[in-house]
């Protein structure tokens, strides 16, 4: 591996991460919105990774050695959860039904707040990652002196 690859593994990781921890603050703002744009309460959301190879790292190579490559990470999608929505029972809401139920989201703060520290650890893991190929290269560069 080139320390290019090296940098854009973590980089990619870093990106979705970054990208991850966006949307769980958007379910933590939203966990009480009981009217969207699209109608109806807000439903928690959750990103979807997949890898992808670096396409520098296919250039040149045999299909057996391809499996081989590094690859880095991104988000290539985001779902609803499709969990039930909170019911209850409050007949003045302005949202209540004609039961004088109110549906709010099924985001819960707990797992929210859970799942941030998650992806915050990741995020730091990579930086960590990211910061010591910095210093292999730097200590590479010092022994051709």
């Known amino acids: 591996m080139d320390i290019e690859q090296a940098f854009s593994v973590s980089a ?3 990106d979705a991460q970054r990208s991850r921890l966006n949307l769980i603050s958007s379910n933590i703002a939203n966990a009480e ?3 969207t744009l699209e109608g109806g309460p807000y439903r928690r959301r959750d990103v979807v990774f997949t890898t992808t190879p670096f396409k520098s790292t296919l250039e040149g190579l045999s299909e057996s050695k391809a499996s081989e490559v590094f690859q880095g990470v991104q988000v290539t999608d985001v779902v609803l959860d499709p969990r039930p929505l909170r019911k209850a029972y409050e007949p003045q809401h302005p949202d209540a039904d004609p039961e004088g139920y109110v549906l709010y989201p099924n985001v819960n703060p707990l797992e929210e ?3 941030m520290m998650s992806a915050l650890r990741a995020y730091e893991a990579n930086v960590t990652a990211f910061n ?3 210093s292999m290269m730097l200590k590479a560069l010092e022994i051709g002196r």
Do not use: D, V
Request: charged share 15%; aromatic share 0%.
């Open 33 to 35: 919105s009981t009217r």
């Open 132 to 134: 010591a190929t910095k």
């Open 12 to 14: 990619s990781a870093l």
């Open 113 to 115: 707040t859970a799942n």
